[in-house]
């Protein structure tokens, strides 16, 4: 089965420097999704994306966050200033057409903010 | 969104069948049932849907009351592999888009 691929699966970084993290979604997908998962909590929606906008995000993605499709395979999530309590679990995930279609997350990206 | 209900946790024993209950009372006409799981330090994984008839897959059936306020997801014959935390979820069918994850079940499978 096709796979969603994130790397890396796990980044260190300080607080207060900027980060990327990559996604390269299912080739025919074309709906994209970030989430993020703090250990021992569950999994939170952050945002959307279809047709190069942003189309739903929630009050987590606030101004430091911001998401790009750079070329016709990646998706990335950059933070721009991390902070202590940005350091999580975050998943990558794609479906093909929105509507009642499922979604394909990928293994994570193990941010940890020092 | 709609809100499901479901058991924090549940055990099993291996190659017995289980079945995890959700609740959801308030679900709305367009709402499609879905179940993903998410198994230990891995991302969630989609496991099965529907909206009213009771669905069969490779992985496992889901059971829908008549009157929608409530589903079970059916393990036939669990494995230590099945060990996971399993997701109820509600998606409306005429918007799509986003997943919003509750607590979930988290069920764990003895020997």
């Known amino acids: 089965e096709p796979e969603v691929t994130q790397t890396p699966s796990h980044q260190v970084t300080q607080m207060g420097q900027e980060v990327i993290l990559r996604c390269v979604p299912i080739s025919n997908h074309l709906y994209f999704y970030w989430y993020r998962q703090i250990l021992g909590q569950k999994v939170e929606f952050l945002v959307s994306?279809?047709?190069?906008?942003?189309?739903?995000k929630s009050e987590i993605f606030d101004d430091q966050f911001s998401v790009e499709r750079p070329d016709g395979s990646n998706f990335t999530l950059k933070i721009r200033s991390t902070k202590l309590e940005d350091s999580a679990m975050y998943f990558c995930?794609?479906?093909?057409?929105?509507?009642?279609?499922?979604?394909?997350f990928g293994s994570g990206t193990q941010l940890s903010v020092l | 969104d709609a809100k499901t209900t479901q058991p924090n946790s549940m055990e099993s024993n291996e190659e017995e069948p289980v079945h995890l209950p959700c609740n959801h009372s308030?679900?709305?006409?367009?709402?499609?049932i879905h179940w993903y799981r998410q198994l230990p330090s891995q991302g969630p994984e989609y496991v099965i849907h529907?909206?009213?008839s009771n669905v069969n897959n490779r992985m496992a059936s889901l059971a829908i009351a008549e009157d929608r306020k409530s589903s079970t997801l059916i393990l036939h014959r669990a494995t230590l592999r099945d060990a996971a935390v399993y997701y109820c979820i509600l998606r409306d069918g005429n918007q799509g888009g986003k997943l919003i994850f509750g607590q979930g079940t988290e069920l764990s499978v003895k020997p």
């Open positions: 308030t679900i709305s006409g367009t709402d499609y």
């Open positions: 529907g909206l009213t």
């Open positions: 995930a794609s479906n093909e057409r929105r509507y009642r279609e499922k979604l394909f």
């Open positions: 994306f279809y047709n190069n906008e942003i189309s739903e």
